[in-house]
């Protein structure tokens, strides 16, 4: 089992940032998954995938079109944690922000994730 816990969500106006983090527990996840992604999904909208992480390495890094050069993604593999730094934020950013993970290096794709967090609220005021 893998248990997923995100966190930093909040309020911010347009133009603010930030910080989102998943920590990840159960012996399953250090021995079997290698692979973090975050995911957003919007009030009527179907769930997207925003940036992924491959934790071993060198790090490669996937983003989606729309938040290429605003997001980062890094890791703290000391901390089984990932970080998901929002800048530049728009009201369109609101949504349900879910962590994942996986071993599909640099998918976006949900089928490829395997377990998944309850989600942390970002909401993006104009």
């Known amino acids: 089992q893998v248990q997923l816990a995100e966190s930093g969500g909040g309020s911010v106006q347009a133009g603010g940032s930030l910080r989102l983090s998943c920590t990840a527990s159960?012996?399953?996840?250090?021995?079997?998954?290698?692979?973090v992604g975050w995911f957003r999904q919007a009030p009527g909208k179907e769930r997207e995938g925003v940036a992924t992480i491959y934790t071993g390495g060198a790090g490669y890094t996937g983003y989606a079109d729309s938040v290429q050069g605003r997001f980062a993604i890094s890791r703290d593999n000391a901390k089984n944690t990932v970080y998901l730094q929002m800048n530049s934020l728009k009201p369109d950013d609101t949504a349900m922000y879910y962590c994942?993970?996986?071993?599909?290096?640099?998918?976006?794709?949900?089928?490829?994730?395997?377990?998944w967090g309850q989600g942390t609220q970002v909401t993006v005021s104009s």
């Open positions: 994942a993970v996986g071993r599909i290096i640099g998918s976006l794709r949900q089928a490829n994730y395997n377990y």
């Open positions: 159960g012996a399953e996840y250090i021995y079997t998954y290698n692979v």
